[in-house]
């Protein structure tokens, strides 16, 4: 039996495997992450750099040498590779934990293929036991509470936490996401939010489960 760290370290290697020479790639945030910038560490000569989706992932980056690239200067990526709270058997994915999710979304749009890497514990037959999170304009947070109730769950204030964006975050709890494309609309309608950090859209590519390439449903 392998520990969740292990598990979340096979997925990181598994994933360098589609790293491929001169490419940029995306990387994302959080502790299985963190495996796959030291393992991206080697390749480093072999690609042009990295387009980052946290202060945390930058400092990670560039402490291994890894040059970091504006997403505006480099255009569409080929690769985007990060991990996730939750993942249901269509890819669908909950993402956020770490707070970085508006800019983790942004990337997984600009991505031709998003690898998602997870220990087996990410794994769930429906989202939503992990907290929703959802970046908002600080002035909406009650407003944004308020509608997120009027949805069904419950909202829960991040106190203290400011994103790399200069925004709050609300973790909705007590969801249970059958729908998981319409509650994405709902949330991203709600005038202060910046983004929700339910990944149902633009879902990932591929998964890989404690180093193993999982199938869609
Ligand atoms: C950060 C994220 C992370 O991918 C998610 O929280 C998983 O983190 P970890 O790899 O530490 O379990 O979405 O915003």
């Known amino acids: 039996m392998s520990t969740v760290d292990e598990q979340k370290r096979a997925s990181a290697l598994k994933a360098l495997e589609f790293v491929e020479d001169g490419m940029v790639v995306g990387v994302g945030t959080g502790s ?3 495996h796959f910038i030291e ?5 480093q000569d072999r690609i042009e750099g990295a387009v980052s989706s946290s202060e945390q992932s930058t400092a990670l980056l560039k402490q291994h040498g890894i040059r970091v690239l504006d997403l505006n200067a480099v255009g569409p990526l080929a690769l985007y590779v990060d991990g996730a709270d939750e993942c249901d058997p269509f890819n669908r994915l909950i993402k956020g934990g770490g707070g970085a999710l508006t800019r983790e979304k942004i990337i997984a749009e600009a991505s031709e293929r998003f690898i998602c890497i997870i220990d087996k514990a990410k794994n769930v037959e429906l989202l939503g036991r992990f907290p929703l999170p959802v970046e908002v304009i600080p002035m909406a947070r009650s407003l944004v509470g308020r509608k997120i109730v009027a949805l069904g769950g419950q909202p829960v204030w991040r106190e203290g936490v400011l994103t790399d964006n200069g925004n ?3 973790d909705i709890h007590h969801l249970r996401i059958v729908d998981p494309l319409t509650l994405e609309r709902e949330l991203n309608q709600i005038p202060g939010v910046v983004a929700c950090g339910l990944f149902a859209r633009r879902t990932a590519d591929t998964v890989i489960s404690a180093g193993e390439l999982r199938k869609k449903r």
């Open 32 to 34: 299985t992450v963190r």
């Open 39 to 43: 393992g991206l560490a080697a390749l």
């Open 168 to 170: 709050w975050i609300i």
